[in-house]
T-cell receptor, first 115, second 112 residues
Framework: AQKVTQAQTEISVVEKEDVTLDCVYE???????LFWYKQPPSGELVFLIR??????QNEISGRYSWNFQKSTSSFNFTITASQVVDSAVYFC????????????FGIGTKLQVIP | EAQVTQNPRYLITVTGKKLTVTCSQN?????MSWYRQDPGLGLRQIYY???????DKGDVPEGYKVSRKEKRNFPLILESPSPNQTSLYFC???????????FGNGTRLTVT
């Protein structure tokens, strides 16, 4: 069975600090996809990134970066120079091959950026 | 505008009174699903549908029904709601296998 663990339930940082959100996953599949979604205080869920299991290249998008390490089954998300607008709940998710059937979400990490 | 539309946004009802939460997408997506979000539990899948007339249970299907008679619509039916179904519900759709999910804005349901 697949599982996603986000051990940090809540994190508070001061604006401009860097912050890393951890995501650890479990799956028996060799082919799978990992996702991060953002849920701002307004409540909608917004897609941030998708990574497949064969692509371990780290990715950077502006202040956001993602570190995928198959050896430790982790897909961590770093926000550099955090801003108040980054305050949200962030969900990591896992989808196995033929993955429509099963998209498993972590419980989410609530990030509060203090001005 | 490409979107997933859920209605209503807020719903307060009483135990046992049947209700339906509608979900419609205009992206011609084959895959649709329902999730519920509860504090400390994240998002849990209730039901999903691979295509018209094809539905299957997710992790927490008890007390819920769905139907997929048309590609664009995927209503969630609570035949006899109970207080433990008080939650925030999200409908989602996706066009291709393992593509990102497009979510509706959510329906906050309270069952008293």
């Amino acid at each position: 069975a697949q599982k996603v663990t986000q051990a940090q339930t809540e994190i508070s940082v001061v604006e401009k600090e860097d912050v890393t959100l951890d995501c650890v996953y479990e799956t028996r599949d060799t082919t799978y996809y990992l996702f991060w979604y953002k849920q701002p205080p307004s409540g909608e869920l917004v897609f941030l990134i998708r990574r497949n299991s064969f692509d371990e290249q780290n990715e950077i998008s502006g202040r956001y970066s993602w570190n995928f390490q198959k050896s430790t089954s982790s897909f961590n998300f770093t926000i550099t120079a955090s801003q108040v607008v980054d305050s949200a709940v962030y969900f990591c998710a896992l989808s196995e091959t033929g993955g429509y059937q099963k998209v498993t979400f972590g419980i989410g990490t609530k990030l509060q950026v203090i001005p | 505008e490409a979107q997933v539309t859920q209605n209503p946004r807020y719903l307060i009802t009483v135990t046992g009174k049947k209700l339906t939460v509608t979900c419609s997408q205009n992206m011609n997506h084959e895959y649709m699903s329902w999730y519920r979000q509860d504090p400390g539990l994240g998002l849990r899948q209730i039901y999903y549908s691979m295509n018209v007339e094809v539905t299957d249970k997710g992790d927490v299907p008890e007390g819920y029904k769905v139907s997929r008679k048309e590609k664009r619509n995927f209503p969630l039916i609570l035949e006899s709601p109970s207080p433990n179904q008080t939650s925030l519900y999200f409908c989602a759709s996706s066009g291709q296998n393992n593509s990102p999910l497009h979510f509706g804005n959510g329906t906050r349901l309270t069952v008293t």
